[in-house]
């Protein structure tokens, strides 16, 4: 256990980091989801638009730290080619 008070702070810190960044994955993958039931039901306007809402939420858990740039980049790009098929 952390002894000053200092250490204790940052272990605080790293409590509360780490359900926010729980939070944001769930989030990302929530409307990965999404994209991935609407390329399933075949429908390319609905697709289309999961993606579009995906797209930021990706970006932004890239951005905080959650997800690497590249890997939120590729997933993305891997959506939007199979939701490109769909239509």
């Known amino acids: 256990m952390a002894n000053t008070s200092s250490a204790k702070k940052a272990a605080r810190q790293a409590l509360r980091r780490a359900e926010f960044n729980k939070n944001r994955k769930s989030r990302v ?3 990965v989801r999404k994209v991935e039931e609407a390329i399933a039901s075949g429908d390319s306007a609905a697709a289309q ?3 579009k809402s995906a797209q930021p939420e ?3 858990a890239a951005q905080k ?3 690497h740039k590249r890997t939120a980049s590729n997933q ?3 959506l939007a080619a199979r939701v490109k098929k769909v239509g």
């Open 76 to 78: 993305i790009s891997r």
């Open 65 to 67: 730290g959650v997800l």
């Open 58 to 60: 990706l970006m932004r």
């Open 49 to 51: 638009a999961a993606l």
């Open 29 to 31: 993958r929530t409307y």
